[in-house]
């Protein structure tokens, strides 16, 4: 093998393949200052830059200044690659996410998770052992109230289990039809034992939501397109665990949120870390709204996100 094509196989390990820099380098018989050498030097010979780098590549510069202009400890911007497609740019932001999360050190031993599509495709994206004992915790409710059942619970197991750790799962819905019922169904232990292991997680996941039709709460039967109507005439412009909030991140609908089961979002205010996936051109002001109001320390975004947030005064 030559140096170039092991500069190659280091590099697909690495930006394709997900794997840290100690995984190439167990599994080449490398140190691993060895691999993050041969890592620098194939973005100066270029194997990076044209091989690699394309799907996943990082607007730095839009990085720097997010994290200026809104104090954020850590943000994240990947191309969208210029086609417009959602489903691919989703697809680049929760990979993002997954590799993110698997290059955390030291790595978080008790994980927050909220649920959706992003997140999906996040736990997907992660290394089988990309962590040991890691323990997943769900932190809104997600039982599905229509015939089409939510991934909820398999991303937090999957998550774990490519994490050689285990999952606490939330068994109830996001949204209850009386506020009664949510009290009822939080003073039972099998609820109130997984919410309170949920405020002492080293770091949430989650990824806002949208207004539109094809929000996860609609095809989970949580809400439906009348509460859309509703909720987008008092001002909401998104969700954040099921909860609904206005453009400075305050709650837009009190009585919908006291029939809502999950964290506050006080709580991810609070929180060490915080972390929010976002893409798409409908989740722009929800977006800010995460952003100016606190509910995120790190944000994972895609480019044209990042820019609408920074061209706005």
């Known amino acids: 093998m030559t140096d170039e094509d092991q500069l190659y196989q280091v590099a697909v390990r690495y930006y394709e393949g997900g794997e840290t820099q100690e995984q190439i380098a167990h599994a080449l018989h490398l140190t691993r200052w060895k691999v993050g050498r041969m890592l620098?030097?194939?973005?100066?010979?270029?194997?990076?830059?044209?091989?690699?780098?394309?799907?996943?590549?990082?607007?730095?510069?839009?990085?720097?200044?997010?994290?200026?202009?809104?104090?954020?400890?850590?943000?994240?911007?990947?191309?969208?690659g210029g086609d417009g497609d959602d489903e691919q740019v989703r697809d680049r932001v929760a990979a993002a996410g997954a590799d993110h999360l698997m290059e955390l050190?030291?790595?978080?031993?008790?994980?927050?998770?909220?649920?959706?599509?992003?997140l999906d495709r996040l736990a997907g994206g992660l290394t089988p052992g990309w962590a040991t004992g890691v323990n997943v915790v769900q932190i809104n409710g997600a039982l599905s109230r229509s015939r089409q059942p939510t991934s909820a619970h398999s991303m937090a197991s999957l998550i774990a289990h490519r994490g050689g750790g285990t999952a606490t799962l939330l068994p109830a819905p996001a949204i209850l039809?009386?506020?009664?019922?949510?009290?009822?169904?939080?003073?039972?232990?099998?609820?109130?034992?997984?919410?309170?292991?949920?405020?002492?997680?080293?770091?949430?996941?989650?990824?806002?939501?949208?207004?539109?039709?094809?929000?996860?709460?609609?095809?989970?039967?949580?809400?439906?397109?009348?509460?859309?109507?509703?909720?987008?005439r008092v001002g909401a412009v998104g969700d954040v665990l099921g909860r609904f909030i206005d453009a400075r991140g305050r709650i837009a609908d009190p009585g919908l949120d006291r029939r809502t089961l999950?964290?506050?979002?006080?709580?991810?205010?609070?929180?060490?870390?915080?972390?929010?996936?976002?893409?798409?051109?409908?989740?722009?002001?929800?977006?800010?709204?995460?952003?100016?109001?606190?509910?995120?320390?790190?944000?994972?975004?895609?480019?044209?996100?990042?820019?609408?947030?920074?061209e706005e005064p």
């Open 177 to 232: 039809e009386q506020e009664s019922t949510r009290k009822a169904l939080e003073s039972d232990r099998s609820v109130s034992d997984v919410l309170a292991l949920a405020t002492r997680a080293d770091l949430f996941l989650f990824s806002p939501g949208g207004m539109g039709s094809d929000s996860v709460l609609v095809d989970s039967g949580q809400i439906d397109a009348a509460d859309l109507a509703r909720l987008r």
């Open 105 to 118: 050190r030291p790595v978080p031993r008790l994980i927050g998770v909220s649920w959706g599509r992003t």
């Open 262 to 310: 999950g964290l506050s979002l006080d709580v991810l205010r609070s929180a060490t870390t915080s972390v929010a996936l976002v893409s798409g051109e409908a989740k722009r002001a929800v977006c800010r709204a995460v952003v100016t109001s606190g509910l995120c320390d790190v944000l994972i975004v895609d480019d044209q996100n990042a820019t609408h947030l920074l």
């Open 40 to 80: 620098a030097e194939a973005r100066e010979v270029g194997i990076v830059r044209i091989e690699v780098l394309h799907p996943r590549s990082r607007v730095h510069g839009l990085e720097r200044s997010l994290k200026e202009r809104f104090g954020l400890r850590d943000a994240i911007v990947v191309a969208n």
